[in-house]
């Protein structure tokens, strides 16, 4: 049972992450002009878990990779938090292609630390440890193809954990799972995060997912991207999806989000 | 349709057996019947004179040599040669594939140089080196062993033949890579030359492979070519035209079923390093 984080830590404000009228525009190879995100607002506390939620293709990709310095904005005020940095403690976990396809399951956890230097032996045992924690310490020299989807993507939540990241963006990670796998990985998340307190930025077009993990959800509009809703998540962890509280809430989401599509 | 299929299946390895025993026996019956019946060994021998010359691999010929020596000497050429093409060319395609402005400034350049068949280096490659040895390059005039038999002209044909299947398949390959590994690597805290190494380079593993069997293949088929021009005095394709000649076609044919089985090997050699080392292949998830 976890309230709200802001209350969690009373007077615990670190910023994680602050965008000030955040814009992108991309040119398609026709020459049209694509809107991708406009005047994106967001300010993020250390520790929170954020969902965010909007029709697939509506830019929530966009805003992730700028977070993640992989592009970089337009227009307006991207800020990390202290201590955080690219390439350091900001983790990604993708949908697709997660995962090196050439190297074992538990080669792929230690990646980030063997590019840290760190010497094989201790990387292997830090590694094998997270695997366990993932489940799969039984198939630690697995290759990603000799994996279901949902052992994949445990995989690369501990590859993106080994880091110690300050911060983890996850673009639709269980995306391409079936039901029962999606849920039983949304659970893990969850223990995962009520256990370390890893500020977590998730995106999502399921309402239910973003619901079952966020402290707070985040409506995105499509064309241009925008936030145009947010929705504190007053729930217990984790969390009933029979309850009359969750059914209201996804409700009101579906609606933000419809009638964004009018 | 159906039926064919289950028919086809039940033959179990018969075809194979067909393949391998029963059509090379059929084949070399007729060649001996024929060249026996047309009984001119210096143009057409019969297979007994064939098979027992491959039985003597260590009968010197004419002085240059017996068809041992020479298959060895120039599998020696090949892989020393094969050897610099494939670190040379597996670097630069990297380097080109991944710094967009090195790959502009040569890709031109390699698309001329490409299609020239490397034997025409040859001319121009013993001009520059003369008939320079692998140890007179160190200093040594005769190391008396095979080396004394590698000429650098030679080298520098085969890394030419060897060079541009592995810098072009390399290049594809780290072109191929996709970005989400780059994503990948880059937010888990890879450095320029860390990406270099543990992602461009496995990534385009498999395409390399293909790159380095197709090279090897020409640089066999190149050595072969190259030590049958004049000014060659060693290697299979020396002693092969040499014998020729001098009507000793049994040896002629004898060398040739040597080149055959060699290229085959080297081939098969290289599918199985493929299959073992890229088991990802195809099965990206």
């Known amino acids: ?262 | 349709m159906r039926k064919e299929e289950l028919s086809n299946k039940d033959l179990g390895n018969w075809p194979k057996l067909i393949g391998w025993i029963a059509v090379p026996i059929i084949l070399l019956a007729i060649w001996q019947m024929a060249a026996v019946h047309l009984n001119q060994p210096w143009i057409f021998p019969p297979v007994t004179r064939v098979i027992e010359q491959l039985a003597h691999p260590l009968r010197e010929h004419y002085a240059s040599g017996s068809l041992l020596s020479n298959t060895v000497i120039s599998l020696l050429r090949v892989l020393l040669g094969f050897s610099l093409a494939a670190i040379a060319g597996v670097t630069l395609g990297i380097v080109m594939g991944s710094i967009r402005i090195v790959g502009d400034a040569i890709e031109p350049i390699v698309e001329v140089l490409r299609p020239l068949c490397p034997i025409a280096w040859l001319p121009f490659a013993i001009a520059v080196f003369k008939l320079k040895t692998l140890p007179q390059l160190v200093g040594v005039k005769y190391s008396h062993t095979i080396f004394d038999q590698v000429q650098l002209g030679m080298i520098f044909v085969i890394f030419v033949g060897g060079f541009f299947p592995v810098v072009t398949n390399t290049l594809d390959g780290v072109l191929g890579v996709r970005r989400n590994y780059l994503l990948l690597a880059r937010t888990l805290g890879a450095t320029r030359r860390q990406t270099f190494l543990y992602v461009y380079l496995p990534a385009s593993m498999p395409m390399i492979l293909t790159g380095l069997r197709q090279g090897l293949g020409l640089c066999w088929f190149v050595i072969i070519a190259a030590e049958m021009m004049t000014g060659s005095d060693s290697g299979i394709g020396y002693l092969l035209m040499y014998a020729s000649d001098n009507s000793a076609m049994d040896i002629v044919i004898a060398a040739m079923l040597i080149i055959g089985v060699i290229g085959a090997l080297l081939n098969f050699t290289m599918r199985r390093i493929m299959l073992r080392t890229v088991r990802w292949k195809g099965k990206e998830v």
């Open chain 1, 1 to 262: 049972m976890k309230p709200d984080e802001a209350k969690k830590h009373p007077g615990d404000n670190l910023l994680a992450l602050d965008l000030r009228g955040v814009s992108k525009t991309f040119y398609s190879t026709t020459g049209a002009k694509v809107r991708a995100l406009e005047d994106v607002n967001l300010v993020i506390q250390e520790g929170e878990f954020i969902t965010l939620v909007g029709a697939t293709g509506c830019g929530k990709t966009t805003l992730l990779n700028l977070i993640a310095g992989l592009d970089t904005p337009d227009d307006g005020y991207l800020r990390l938090g202290d201590g955080l940095r690219f390439g350091d403690n900001v983790a990604y976990v993708f949908q697709h292609y997660t995962l090196f396809p050439w190297r074992s399951t538990i080669n792929n956890v230690s990646f980030g630390l063997q590019m840290r230097g760190i010497p094989r032996k201790e990387r292997k045992s830090r590694a094998f440890e997270l695997l366990s924690k993932a489940g799969l310490s039984g198939f630690k020299n697995a290759y990603p193809h000799e994996l279901s989807g949902g052992m994949r993507q445990r995989a690369a939540i501990a590859q993106a954990l080994a880091i110690q990241p300050k911060l983890l963006l996850m673009d639709e990670p269980f995306g391409a799972v079936d039901d029962s796998t999606r849920r039983e990985l949304q659970q893990m998340l969850t223990e995962l995060w009520q256990e370390h307190h890893t500020t977590i930025l998730f995106v999502t077009h399921n309402i239910d997912e973003a619901i079952v993990l966020g402290g707070r959800v985040l409506v995105f509009s499509e064309r241009p991207g925008k936030i145009v809703r947010e929705f504190n998540v007053d729930l217990p962890r984790p969390r009933n999806r029979m309850t009359k509280e969750f059914t209201n809430l996804f409700i009101q989401i579906r609606q933000a989000l419809s009638g964004q599509l009018d």
